[in-house]
């Protein structure tokens, strides 16, 4: 039986990773803002 999940780092990477957000806007925002920590972990 295969399992219906099957991660893969490299496409979640650049779906949400850090080159993703910095693409959008959302990096900037949160710098504008002041953040300390620019992603949530």
Aim: avoid cysteine; hydrophobic fraction near 25%.
């Amino acid at each position: 039986m295969k399992r219906t999940f099957q991660p893969n780092n490299r496409k979640k990477a650049k779906k949400q990773g850090f080159f993703a957000r910095k693409e959008s806007n959302i990096l900037k925002t949160r710098r504008d803002k002041g953040r300390k920590n620019l992603i949530n972990k």
